[in-house]
């Protein structure tokens, strides 16, 4: 059984001037030891909310922040065992770059940091250690006053700020200002300053978002990797959805402050439990359908063979179909047929548009169909998702 | 900026040169001049080093020492108090700070004689309100010439020009930094002095010396509140041009001249872009 870290329960956040409209509503999440999680959503769906309550620079209006077993709803963020890498980095202008990521550790107590690098004794014997190495008597070795731990714990101090500073490939920038780094220069400082506290939780608020895509590539497998190698929970935000489907353990899909859908990205991507996930997670097809019995379903005015879903005989549904998931046929073979109306080439393949009916459909294909032929589609039964017709929906058809 | 404003900006840049850079120009030149009382000048000019001897005269010693030390408790009281009037305000969630900067500003656009005198009749006894409604009429409270007054006075009038630099270096600092010092575990205490502190220095530094530069050289507030028992160096070189010592005038009127430039020299080296003015 894996240990949750971070449990978030029924969390609510209103703010006085709107309390009919929480800008998080009822939030209830599960995040484990280890984990990279995504919020995902668009811009303004209570994301970065979500992760303030988190890291504690807001207090949930209603609900429980649970970290390791204990509610810490009241507990402010630097008694939290969480560090935050920032949406725009807030680094300290008026430090260098060694300095921004030694601060957190050069503002500890004495004690606690003697904890952090391994205990007073450990400690005490490496004085002891370097003076015997100088050549001291025993004697004299074995006692050590206050300037000899504090200069001890300094030296651990520089030594990890180093080591932080090469996890994220800056080498040699440590004394830079911090206006002379670019923007993903930036980006690993605030990096190496969160993670020289060993936080058991690092929160990072879209950190790619303001970097030209070949970096943030790069960053997203180095972030990877280093979630991989520090064995510290990951919690990321971004609005991209290449971004959640590639570096995530789990997604959390996120809209108007609700959870849509949870789950790890093959899941969400296949899977889509509404249309704002299916068309938020890349480019789909939905299609009104009816389903008839156990097995198969009826839509496009033609009866289709699913895989594992169970709603009401006759129950209207949602179906989703990846543009991928579509094969081109021979006329003869195919179960669909419509007239292409566009062909786009995307690389390595086409994206073709065809009207089948009254309704567009969009097809990825290798095939090259010209603009007005009839095309051919098939599709096989475990590639065709089934979705509950949103109620709203239904009503607003019914008005119409 | 645009070519066409800056030419219209011409005009006044050449009465800038004649009012304030030929002056200036003359005042060096002066104080190299022997000029003998009664300004007879019939022997013709004569170049001298004498009028510097004026500068180890006690009188003058005195002068400069009490410029710099009325100068520098001013700015002092001023960086104390300052801060604490822009950090409130900084921190405040009132809507229109900018009023309550106005507000702090508005005395600064009545004449500074009317202020000074005003403030004279405050801190005489005789006629002070506050001290008639309290029903005290002894002359023990007549402050009006001794060196509380004149710092009084000092602090009183400049004090706005420390709040405004330091207010304006506040508000630069994002409040995602102040989180994040938070975040790194910073208590409050910490991010004050660690965070806010050093990325307000500049705010400091700008509104010292725009506090000190007019304290060190004024001549109105102390003449008026210290009654002429206290004399900073801007009464001798009012005195001495009074008197038509124009040359002793010129002299210490140049080394004050020369203290500002260095001032704004240091401002500009340590404020770049001048965020912190307005
Ligand atoms: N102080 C505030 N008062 C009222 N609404 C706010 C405040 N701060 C943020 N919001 C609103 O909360 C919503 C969610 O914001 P945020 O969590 O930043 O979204 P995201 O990070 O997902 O883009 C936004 O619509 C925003 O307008
Ligand atoms: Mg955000």
Known sequence: MKKAIIELKNVSLRYDDDPENPIVNNINLQIYENEFVTLLGPSGCGKTTTLRMIAGFQTPTEGEVIIDGKVFNDIPPYARPINTVFQRYALFPHLNVIDNVKIGLNNRPLKNLIEFFGGEEKILNEIKEDKLAKGLPLEKASKANYFEINKKINEHIDIAAKNALSLVKLNGYEKRKIDQMSGGQQQRVAIARAIINKPKILLLDEPLAALDLKLRQNMQYELKEMQRALGITFIFVTHDQEEAMTMSDRVVVMQDGIIQQLGTPEDIYNEPVNPFVANFIGETNIVRGTYLHEGLIEFLGVEFAIQGYKFEDGEQVDVVIRPEDWDVVLLDQAKLIGTVTSRIFKGVHYEICAMFGDKEIVIHAYETPNVGDKIGLKVDPYEIHLMKVVEEEVEEEVNE | ?278
Not at chain 2, 172 to 187: F, H, N, R, V, Y
């Open chain 2, 1 to 278: 900026m645009n070519k066409k404003f800056a030419r219209l900006s011409t005009p006044y840049l050449y009465w800038l040169y004649i009012l304030a850079l030929f002056p200036a120009l003359f005042m060096f030149i002066l104080m190299f001049l022997d000029i003998p009382e009664g300004l007879d000048i019939s022997n013709g000019l004569k170049f001298t080093l004498e009028n510097f001897k004026q500068l180890s005269e006690p009188s003058t010693l005195i002068a400069f020492g009490n410029s710099f030390l009325y100068a520098f408790i001013t700015t002092i009281l001023s960086i104390l108090f300052g801060y604490l009037v822009a950090f409130r305000l900084f921190r405040s969630k009132f809507k229109n700070k900018f009023l309550v900067l106005v507000i702090l500003i508005l005395p600064m656009w009545t004449n500074i004689l009317l202020r000074t005198e005003s403030l004279a009749g405050f801190l005489n006894s005789n006629g002070n309100v506050v001290l008639s409604l309290l029903g005290i009429k002894s002359a023990e409270f007549d402050l009006l010439g001794t060196p509380f007054a004149v710092i009084f006075g000092l602090f009183v009038t400049y004090v706005p020009f420390m709040v405004m630099p330091i207010f304006n270096s506040l508000e630069k600092i994002d409040k995602s930094i102040e989180e994040a010092a938070l975040d790194l575990g910073l208590t409050e205490t910490q991010k004050f002095f660690k965070v806010i502190l050093p990325m307000s220095s500049k705010g400091i530094v700008t509104g010292s010396i725009m506090v000190f530069l007019p304290c060190l050289s004024g001549f109105a507030i102390p003449e008026i509140l210290g009654r002429g028992n206290i004399v900073l160096i801007g009464n001798v070189i009012e005195a001495s041009f009074k008197n038509m010592s124009y040359t002793i005038g010129s002299l210490l009127a140049v080394i004050i001249l020369v203290v500002i430039l260095l001032s704004i020299f240091i401002v500009s080296k340590i404020d770049k872009e001048g965020e912190t003015l307005l």
